[in-house]
């Protein structure tokens, strides 16, 4: 298995998880926080497609499909290109306004498919490019995709866990 199928084959996991914690719960579920303070599912999938749409789109040198698209005021929310959820408190998290899962779920696979596409174009030695240079050690572009990855595994799981306590009551 070369790279580009091992990267293809892990990011092509988050548009199931994220389909799951999402399908047929209702804009008031995806808006319900299972306590005070904790994040609801469809904050949680709102801000795992918004951390890879602000690096993809940042590794390509293109637009956000935030920006580009018709998603913000779709889900309650102006297109800030910064706005990805990063230190959002609870009121910010209150005000993700989503339509309905729908649109969770478009935006998700809109930004996976760029992705997709994007992972299919690299050869081995694009991994060891560095694109930050903020950190020590700098950041190189392996280092970056299996962050944006991590993190949104860890996200797509919460919001099925949440889901759970949310279909509960």
């Known amino acids: 298995m070369d790279v580009n199928d091992l990267l ?9 998880l994220v389909e799951s914690a999402v399908a047929g719960l209702s804009p008031e579920q ?3 926080a299972p306590a005070a303070g904790a994040n609801p599912v469809g904050w949680l999938v709102w801000h795992l ?11 390509l040198g ?26 959002h408190g609870p009121e910010q998290i209150a005000a993700l306004r989503p ?3 729908q649109v969770l779920l478009d935006y998700h696979r809109a930004v996976a498919d760029r992705t997709r596409a994007y992972l299919r ?24 995709l299996i962050s944006v990855l991590e ?15 949310v279909e509960r009551g």
Request: proline share 7%; no cysteine.
């Open 8 to 16: 293809t084959e892990a990011y092509d996991r988050l548009p199931d």
């Open 62 to 87: 293109e637009e956000q499909l935030w920006v580009t698209g018709d998603w913000a005021p779709r889900l309650g929310r102006s297109a800030e290109p910064d706005d990805t959820g990063f230190g």
């Open 151 to 165: 993190d949104d595994l860890q996200h797509a799981g919460q919001a099925a866990y949440v889901r759970g306590l």
């Open 121 to 144: 174009g690299l050869r081995p030695a694009d991994l060891d490019r560095v694109v930050d240079e903020n950190w020590d050690p700098p950041v190189t572009l392996g280092v970056r």
């Open 30 to 32: 995806l808006r319900r």
């Open 49 to 59: 497609t918004r951390i890879q749409d602000h690096h993809v789109a940042d590794l």
């Open 99 to 101: 339509e309905s899962g």
